[in-house]
Every structure is written in structure tokens, then in C-alpha cells.
């Protein structure tokens, strides 16, 4: 049972354009909702969370929407840069004693063309 | 900085032969976990700790075994390998409590299994 779903593997866009990546979700407990980015031969590092209690996360060039009633979040990238190319992993975490239980989906994989 | 540091970074065994992945980590944190990544499957949780000397199995604990003496070391244990365990795993380590949504990753071992 695939709690958090990527249904894009890959997408492809040009430099200076929106990139947006989407992902589902099936657990209503989750609290938290995080992107990882993974370059290849390195392991994923943190790239932006939002709580469940929000709706928007701004970070620089990117943002979080978290749209609860559709069970959906998305990650936009604006401008994209050839140094965005990356499998990017969307996550959501839920409370088990003191830590965040983390389900991460199955990536997708983004190639900005310079 | 060393962050998390996984050796080694790439393992050949040939079918029923044991080895361990290591894993330490120079952070303090209370929480690690061991992860394995397959093509269109993500990331699954294999075991994981809360704690020296606290360990617990996640998704996918067929075939692997850990252990937790200090709090800085995780490391983990394949008895007999088997094909089905070629993949790419990544030990990964966070603070307890607020924040540990944010997992730090290692580098990732590489490792097949003939």
C-alpha cells in the first residue's frame, strides 16, 4: 500500500521556466510533508517541509502547497536551473513516540534543459 | 563536517556470503534508520533506532539485522545474502523529537548480490 505517491518518474524542463512536482497522499494522520533531493552517488538531503497545518512554504526559488481536502501536495521551482536536475523524493512524516515516522514516495526525476 | 559516513560505498557477495554496513554518525542524534532504494519503489525503511541499545523493524526487516551500542553507530547486518537484497541502502539520522522530520542522510552503499 503506497501511502505517498509520485506518479511523474521524470520531467523535463527548460532553464528559467516553472517546474512543478506533484505528489498524493493517502494518510490523513501525516503532519508533516518534506522534499528531498537526490543527486546522483549522494545520498537525498532536505529540501523544504510545510506542517499539515499550513497551506504554503516559501523557500527562495521554492515552494510548498499543501492542498489537504485533495490529499496533494506540490513542489514548484521558478526559475529552474540546470543545477535543479535531480530525482526529487516527496516524504510526509507522522508522530510515533518522540520521533517522525517518514514514508517517502518513489521520485521523480527532473532535468532542466539549459 | 562529516554528517553521516557509510562504508563501504560499493559491495560485490556472491549469494549466502554476510557482511555489514556501517554507519556512524557525528551529530548527536538519538534517531537512525536504514533505508533501501529500488528502482520505482523509493525509499522502504528497513530497521531502525531511537536509541542506544533500542532497536525496531520498519517495512521491509526480512533478511537484515541491527544493533545500537553507542549512539553513534548503526550498523547493518546482512546474515545470507540473496539477489533480491542488490540495491542501494542509505542510513540516514535525525534529532528526536521537534524536527526529526528532517532526516541528514549518508552517501549511500551500492551493493550487489550475485
Known amino acids: 500500500d503506497q501511502q505517498v505517491k509520485q506518479n511523474s518518474p521524470s520531467l523535463s524542463v527548460q532553464e528559467g521556466r516553472i517546474s512543478i512536482l506533484n505528489c498524493d497522499y493517502t494518510?490523513?494522520?501525516?503532519?508533516?510533508f518534506l522534499w528531498y533531493k537526490k543527486y546522483p552517488a549522494e545520498g537525498p538531503t532536505f529540501l523544504i517541509s510545510?506542517?499539515?497545518?499550513?497551506d504554503k512554504n516559501e523557500d527562495g526559488r521554492f515552494t510548498v502547497f499543501l492542498n489537504k481536502s485533495a490529499k496533494h501536495l506540490s513542489l514548484h521551482i521558478v526559475p529552474s536551473q540546470p543545477g535543479d536536475s535531480a530525482v526529487y523524493f516527496c516524504?510526509?512524516?507522522?508522530?510515533?513516540?518522540?520521533?517522525?515516522?517518514?514514508?517517502f514516495g518513489t521520485g521523480t526525476k527532473l532535468q532542466v534543459i539549459p | 563536517n562529516a554528517g553521516v559516513t557509510q562504508t563501504p560505498k560499493f559491495q560485490v557477495l556472491k549469494t549466502g556470503q554476510s557482511m555489514t554496513l556501517q554507519c556512524a554518525q557525528d551529530?548527536?542524534?538519538?534517531?537512525m534508520s536504514w533505508y533501501r532504494q529500488d528502482p520505482g519503489m523509493g525509499l522502504r525503511l528497513i530497521h531502525y533506532?531511537?536509541?542506544?541499545?533500542i532497536t525496531d523493524q520498519g517495512e521491509v526487516p526480512n533478511g537484515y539485522n541491527v544493533s545500537r551500542s553507542t549512539t553513534e553507530d548503526f550498523p547493518l547486518r546482512l546474515l545470507s545474502a540473496a539477489p533480491s537484497q542488490t540495491s542501494v541502502y542509505f542510513c540516514?539520522?535525525?534529532?528526536w523529537g521537534q524536527g526529526s522530520e528532517k532526516l541528514f542522510f549518508g552517501s549511500g552503499t551500492q551493493l550487489s548480490v550475485l
Open positions: 551529530m548527536n542524534h538519538e534517531y
Open positions: 516524504a510526509a512524516s507522522v508522530r510515533s513516540g518522540g520521533y517522525q515516522k517518514v514514508t
Open positions: 540516514a539520522s535525525s534529532y
Open positions: 510545510i506542517s499539515s497545518i499550513k
Open positions: 494518510n490523513s494522520m501525516f503532519d508533516y
Open positions: 533506532s531511537v536509541g542506544a541499545g
